[in-house]
């Protein structure tokens, strides 16, 4: 069964820069699409960015410019650079991937994103 653990969350003032990392398990990390998203207190699950297998990607417009998405399948990882944070994007940010389905079926735990302002 594949694995997702995310990391790299933490609190970092508006304006700044953080880095998250979400490693997978299993032998066939370059054939999932994987995605991050994000829920915020009283707000439901949103998708921020995607990466397919064959590394197109798609990032939501309130994070486009600012957030991107890239995947490592050396290392069996997945990143969401996020620059110019602002308060609203303060969240639980989870990574997620298609592995047996169209739809996303494996999810991480989850890494707290704080922006201060």
């Known amino acids: 069964q594949v694995q997702l653990v995310e990391s790299g969350g933490g609190l970092v003032q508006a304006g700044g820069s953080l880095r998250l990392s979400c490693a997978a398990s299993?032998?066939?990390?370059?054939?999932?699409?994987m995605g991050w998203f994000r829920q915020a207190p009283g707000k439901e699950r949103e998708l921020v960015a995607r990466?397919?297998?064959?590394?197109?990607?798609y990032e939501t417009g309130s994070v486009k410019g600012r957030f991107t998405i890239s995947r490592d399948n050396a290392k069996n990882t997945v990143y969401l650079q996020m620059n110019s944070l602002k308060p609203e994007d303060t969240a639980v940010y989870y990574c997620?991937?298609?592995?047996?389905?169209?739809?996303?079926?494996?999810w991480g735990q989850g890494t707290q994103v704080t922006v201060s302002s």
């Open positions: 997620a991937a298609k592995i047996q389905s169209l739809l996303y079926d494996t």
């Open positions: 299993g032998r066939t990390f370059s054939s999932y699409s």
């Open positions: 990466i397919t297998s064959d590394g197109r990607t």
